[in-house]
């Protein structure tokens, strides 16, 4: 008998300790209260794309056209984008995705409460995969607050807000699983995300990421899958690089400044941090400095390893690019760089990458053997536009337009030289082409290839 009671006794115990609500509320605890205080900020978006018409390489030869031409393919073909977006100010400031709204001729936005207006792209970037918006409507607004995404840890509850496969408005819940994500969202190597297993599907894009005090921690952008459905693996743009937007687009600008580094360099792996007198792998090597750097004039020099920023760990080219570009053109970042195994703090000042020399860029005219040629001079304004290499000189293929493919040449390939001459603006081989000349060898770049092209009219 004694037994027998200390054993109800034990069992009791766990139960007496177990508190009972004592409230409505308490039973009634759910993100209720969180979606209706985030959810009218939360708008659809209807875009309209014009497509240019498709046209086969026959279409396109002169001689061809008229045997091979279609009157339907030739029409400009309407696509429809469906998407979602944030309002981030009551006069109707909205971000969403650039692949939602970047190219879309038409624009309308639906709030919570079905009021359909309007919207006008201020400012967007197709690397950033960002857009901001604006609408103009009669009275204020209801918006998210931004929350500053160093902040955001692994683990935080979070509720993920748009419109999947457009059936309507969508709340899902899940935690941030990762950050730090560069390189993950399959776009190759741009970016800096934070990671979610909040089932996010097509329409989400441009959606809201909030924390449970509904604020906007990130915007929703792509996910992870092999089905097409969410397998459990987003991706948001963080809150902070959502802000310098905003802040560029209401300064009036219509292209989003992104600092420019003028460096090449990898991350320090396993293999490399004893070398290099680091006691784990992190950092990012220095193996190549553009002459007009800023990282050069502030003293980095090849070799280095960039440890930090403003504080910040990188450990990738893309976490070191969205740190400055979250500080913004015109100011200054503190960068920790390890040298013979010393470490040191340098300020550099960051500059959006120059337009000089001039890049003089020039349409080849139709006396030209190759017209709609569209070339230019090298600088690093156009090394960071195109993607070129660091070390790029000379003349870029701005546009191939439809002749040049023909004798192999196309956009992006640098013109190194022509008939054995050193090509340094596009004047030069505006004269080469111009028919005095029958034969024609030229020395391009494409890539790590150079490649010889040899062709005659």
């Known amino acids: 008998m004694r037994y027998l009671l200390l054993i109800l006794a034990l069992m009791a115990a ?14 009634q605890l759910s993100f209720v209260p969180l979606v209706k205080q985030a959810a009218p900020a939360v708008v659809n978006i ?23 031409r279609d009157p339907f393919s030739e029409k400009p073909r309407v696509q429809n984008s469906l998407g979602s977006g944030v ?9 969403s995705n650039y692949h939602v709204v970047g190219m879309a001729t038409d624009i309308r936005v639906v709030l919570n409460d079905r009021r359909e207006f309007s919207a006008r792209v201020l400012l967007s970037d197709a690397d950033a995969d960002l857009a901001i918006l604006k609408i ?5 607004l209801p918006f998210l607050p931004l929350r500053e995404s160093d902040g955001v840890e692994v683990g935080e509850l979070t509720l993920a807000i748009g419109n999947p496969f457009g059936v309507g408005q969508t709340v899902s819940s899940g935690i941030v699983s990762g950050l730090a994500r560069s390189g993950a969202a399959g776009n190759g190597g741009l970016g800096y995300f934070i990671q979610t297993d909040a089932p996010i599907n097509p329409g989400n894009s441009g959606g809201a990421l909030i924390d449970i005090e509904g604020r906007l921690i990130g915007v929703n952008t792509s996910i992870l899958t092999r089905s097409g459905g969410s397998n459990g693996i987003g991706f948001a743009i963080p809150a902070d690089l959502v802000a310098a937007f905003v802040a560029q687009a209401r300064a009036g600008a219509a292209q989003f ?9 990898q991350p320090v792996d396993a293999d490399m941090a004893g070398p290099l007198g680091l006691d784990r792998p992190g950092g990012i090597i220095v193996s190549g400095l553009h002459a007009v750097s800023p990282f050069l004039t502030a003293g980095l020099a090849v070799g280095d390893v960039i440890v930090s920023v ?9 976490e070191m690019i969205y740190r400055m570009s979250v500080a913004g053109s015109g100011q200054t970042v503190q960068v920790a760089r390890l040298r013979d195994g010393q470490s040191a703090e340098i300020e550099v ?3 959006g990458a120059p337009d000089d020399p001039p890049r003089a860029q020039l349409a080849l005219d139709e006396q030209s053997m190759l017209p709609g040629l569209t070339i230019a001079r090298v600088n690093p304004a156009l090394i960071s536009e195109m993607n070129l290499p660091l070390e790029a000189t000379g003349v870029v293929v701005v546009d191939a337009g439809p002749f040049a493919p023909r004798v192999g040449l196309g956009t992006g390939d640098l013109i190194l030289s022509v008939n054995g001459v050193e090509i340094t603006h596009p004047d030069e081989v505006a004269t080469v082409l111009s028919g005095q000349v029958r034969r024609v060898q030229m020395l391009i770049q494409r890539g790590d290839r150079r490649i010889s092209l040899r062709f005659r009219v």
């Open 46 to 68: 209807y875009a309209k794309i014009m497509s240019a018409p498709q046209r086969t390489p026959l279409q396109s030869d002169p001689f061809f056209e008229r045997f091979f």
């Open 14 to 27: 766990p139960l007496a300790a177990q508190q009972v609500p004592q409230s409505a509320a308490q039973m």
């Open 257 to 265: 400044e992104r600092p420019w580094a003028g460096i090449n360099g």
């Open 310 to 318: 403003d504080g910040q760990l990188v450990n990738t080219p893309a």
């Open 349 to 351: 000042a960051l500059i």
């Open 87 to 95: 309002i981030l100010s009551e006069d109707g400031i909205i971000v």
């Open 136 to 140: 103009d409507a009669p009275e204020s």
